[in-house]
């Protein structure tokens, strides 16, 4: 019953924007933390965003600090990644990921492929 359903992925140009949806179902969206990550060949996945429980407080990776912005709608239970002047490393699978707020529990999406080519 739990889903997370990331979309939004696909092929941008170099300097290009894209924005990621992950829409979260069947567990309270609002008591977990949420994420993206990425995962590009041969490389370890990598927090790419995080965004509390609230959406209060928002971290990145150095990568992407200024170029990237993670947002969520409670309402709406979707959380978002804003992704704008697009860099070829960027090119990985995206991942969305929920953490239970003081708790073990965590959930996975299963990705969405951003591509950045010329």
């Known amino acids: 019953q739990v889903q997370l359903v990331e979309s939004g992925g696909g092929l941008v140009q170099p300097g290009g924007s894209l924005r990621l949806s992950c829409a979260a179902s069947?567990?309270?969206?609002?008591?977990?933390?949420m994420s993206w990550y990425r995962q590009a060949p041969g490389k370890e996945r990598e927090l790419v965003a995080f965004?509390?429980?609230?959406?209060?407080?928002?971290n990145y990776a150095d990568s992407v600090k200024g170029r990237f912005t993670i947002s969520r709608d409670n309402g709406e239970n979707t959380v978002f990644l804003q992704m704008n002047s697009l860099k070829p490393e960027d090119t990985a699978v995206y991942y969305c990921?929920?953490?239970?707020?003081?708790?073990?529990?965590?959930?996975w999406g299963q990705g969405t492929q951003v591509t950045v080519s010329s």
């Open positions: 990921k929920a953490d239970l707020l003081l708790g073990l529990r965590h959930y």
């Open positions: 069947g567990f309270t969206f609002r008591s977990y933390h």
């Open positions: 965004i509390s429980n609230t959406g209060g407080s928002t």
